[in-house]
């Protein structure tokens, strides 16, 4: 099994920059497909991006495409999202994820979450 930690959240102004950091441990990092999602209040958990287990493909969402990038570290065991130029509707908590598929956004194809971390972006 995979524990994930996320970190890096906080509040910025619109048009600022965060860096999210994914701890993963208790498993083989390398063997997962990373994803990130987020919830915001009153809303569905929604698909952010994803990497493959070695970086070869990657895929965003249109609404964070050109503002986000998503990368990993396997020998740090770390999963990144660089968030530039953030809008007040990006705002939500965000969750890393593990999954062992590739090719679905779907929520339910992820097997291991962490807890997440607030991401406020004020106007």
């Known amino acids: 099994q995979v524990q994930l930690v996320e970190s890096g959240g906080g509040l910025v102004q619109a048009g600022g920059s965060l860096s999210l950091s994914c701890a993963a441990s208790?498993?083989?990092?390398?063997?997962?497909?990373m994803g990130w999602f987020r919830q915001a209040p009153g809303k569905e958990r929604e698909f952010v991006a994803a990497i493959t287990k070695s970086s070869d493909s990657i895929d965003y969402s249109d609404s964070v495409l050109g503002r986000f990038t998503i990368s990993r570290d396997n020998a740090k065991n770390t999963l990144y999202l660089q968030m530039n130029s953030l809008k007040p509707e990006d705002t939500a908590v965000y969750c890393c994820?593990?999954?062992?598929?590739?090719?679905?956004?779907?929520?339910?194809?992820?097997?291991?979450w962490g807890q997440g971390t607030q991401v406020t972006v004020s106007s």
């Open positions: 994820a593990a999954t062992q598929n590739w090719g679905s956004r779907a929520r339910g194809t992820y097997d291991y």
């Open positions: 208790g498993g083989t990092f390398s063997r997962y497909n």
